[in-house]
């Protein structure tokens, strides 16, 4: 069972901010300070707690109770990480639609300048700004440092969009930006991979264009705490978010592209370039595991 929203909420907004959540009275208060605080006055902010066991509710109750735009919902059991992400975005009803992690700050003019882009052109699909990632120092303290993401892309054709996001993409700041929520509805979200919003990113590439704000707005904590990438198992354990990619599941989102392609609304000749490209990421996919099989059985012989 999941518990119904602590707030009542009817008229739809031009941009709602989704919120998944599991244990996150560390920088959750921060977080969402820095959502309502920003120029965009239509907007709600959907928050899904995964059965926090620390102070989340209690800190997420007292703004829901305090700002209507908040909308709180408490899963009774934790439905999973990459269900919970999905869960914000079904509850959504506004025009755009934004993730937001319980770590992360917005930065003065994000929200609005993110929703000019799209409310102006309507082949865009994904507005973001630039990202400053927030790293452990030497001595523990928090040091800042920008990230160029390179995703700004306005190819015409989506095979091209499709490509260039895949080659370029490296930590997946830009899932974080403003997302038209029309497009958005026409992939299949985040299914439950490690990967899978890459998958999901690419796919939106392929109906319609990612604009760059050249301001970084963006300030995403980017340690052992909170990415995936750098936490030790116990840590993953602990804030229960899956680590890794087996070869297997590999496969399975590999698989999935192709998929999605097929389904997309374009033109049967861009399928075909796509699908072009992801057989030679296949091929360098297959030699990459041949290579480390090998290494595997050269090490164990010595």
């Given at each position: 069972m999941?518990e119904q929203p602590s707030?009542?909420?009817?008229a739809?907004p031009?941009l709602?901010?989704g919120?998944p959540v599991?244990?996150g009275?560390?920088?959750?208060?921060?977080?969402?300070d820095?959502i309502?605080?920003?120029n965009?006055?239509?907007l709600?902010?959907i928050?899904?707690?995964n059965?926090?066991?620390?102070?989340?509710?209690s800190?997420?109750?007292?703004v829901a109770?305090?700002?209507?735009?908040?909308?709180?919902?408490?899963?009774n059991?934790?439905?999973?990480?990459?269900?919970n992400?999905?869960?914000v975005?079904?509850?959504?009803?506004?025009?755009?639609?934004?993730w937001a992690a319980d770590?992360?700050?917005c930065?003065e003019g994000?929200?609005?300048?993110?929703?000019?882009v799209?409310?102006?052109?309507?082949?865009?699909?994904l507005a973001?700004p630039?990202?400053?990632l927030?790293?452990?120092?030497?001595?523990g303290?928090?040091?800042?440092?920008e990230?160029?993401?390179?995703?700004?892309?306005?190819d015409?054709?989506?095979?091209?969009r499709?490509?260039?996001?895949?080659?370029?993409e490296?930590i997946?700041?830009?899932?974080?930006?403003?997302i038209?929520?029309?497009?958005?509805r026409?992939t299949?979200l985040i299914?439950?991979?490690?990967?899978?919003d890459?998958?999901?990113?690419?796919?939106?590439?392929?109906l319609?264009?990612?604009?760059e704000?050249p301001e970084?707005?963006?300030?995403?904590?980017?340690?052992p705490?909170?990415?995936?990438m750098?936490?030790?198992t116990?840590?993953a354990?602990?804030?229960k978010?899956?680590?890794g990619?087996?070869f297997?599941?590999?496969?399975?989102?590999?698989?999935?592209?192709f998929?999605?392609t097929?389904?997309?609304p374009?033109d049967?000749s861009?399928?075909?370039?796509v699908?072009?490209y992801?057989?030679n990421?296949?091929?360098?996919?297959?030699h990459q595991?041949?290579n480390k099989l090998?290494r595997?059985?050269m090490f164990r012989?010595?």
């Open positions: 999941i707030s009542n909420h009817s739809a031009v709602s901010v919120l599991y244990n009275e560390k920088w959750i208060a921060e977080a969402i820095s309502l605080v920003q965009v006055e239509d709600e902010l928050i899904s707690d059965a926090s066991t620390d102070r989340t509710e800190i997420c109750r007292a109770a305090r700002d209507s735009r908040v909308r709180y919902y408490r899963n059991t934790n439905i999973g990480l990459y269900r992400f999905d869960r975005f079904e509850l959504a009803t506004g025009k755009y639609f934004k770590s992360d700050i930065l994000f929200f609005e300048k993110c929703v000019a799209l409310d102006a052109r309507d082949d865009v699909v973001y630039r990202t400053l927030l790293l452990w120092g030497p001595d303290e928090e040091v800042v440092s990230y160029i993401n390179n995703l700004n892309i306005e015409d054709r989506p095979s091209d499709f490509r260039k996001y895949l080659d370029r490296r997946n700041n830009v899932m974080h930006g403003v038209r929520a029309s497009a958005l026409k299949s299914r439950p991979l490690p990967g899978s890459i998958s999901m990113i690419a796919e939106l590439s392929l319609g264009k990612f604009i704000i970084p707005l963006f300030a995403r904590r980017f340690d705490e909170t990415s995936s750098l936490m030790n116990s840590t354990s602990t804030r978010v899956p680590l990619r087996t297997m599941q590999r496969l399975d989102l590999h698989a999935y592209r998929l999605s097929f389904r997309a374009i049967f861009e399928k075909l370039k699908w072009l992801l057989l990421r296949a091929t360098s996919i297959r595991v041949y090998m595997l059985l012989k010595k």
